[in-house]
């Protein structure tokens, strides 16, 4: 998303333009976001669990890219306006089958690095979610039960 061109203030919801895989897993894309110096990186709260997440959501139909449905879900969620730096592949499911829910069903991970371009005071999901600039040691510890956010965050080039 161009920062000159208007960006919705509503959010996307409900499943009906989700992509799957092809073994019916919801395709997801998220945004390792971090600052231009590389020592933090911003993590949201998570609508549902309350505890710390990176931005993250389904890719959609009328996204051609993964990369655009994760630089949407980053304005959405973060109200961040990212340039995309690194593609940090694919991370498959680790949740057991037990926490697996309509909700949160399987789901195949596709991560980008970017960079915070702008951070707007004012976005989609504002009331709905914080944002915290955090350290590598600090998201760590943040997102110690969510293993495929881990595995992106450590797959970043930010510093340690």
Known sequence: MAATQQLPMQSRTGRS???YGSQGERLVAGIVPLSAD???VLLIQSARRGGWVLPKGGWETDE???????????WEEAGIICKISYDLG?????RRPE?????APK???HFFEAIVEKQE????????RSRQWMTYTQARTALADRP??????DRCTMHR
């Open 17 to 19: 333009n989700q992509r």
């Open 38 to 40: 590389k020592y933090y």
């Open 64 to 74: 051609a890219t993964a990369q655009d449905a994760a630089k949407r879900e980053a």
């Open 90 to 94: 694919l991370i498959p499911e680790s």
């Open 99 to 103: 926490q697996l829910t309509a909700q």
């Open 107 to 109: 789901a195949a991970y």
């Open 121 to 128: 005071a004012q976005w989609p999901e504002m009331n709905k």
């Open 148 to 153: 495929e956010l881990l595995a992106a965050l």
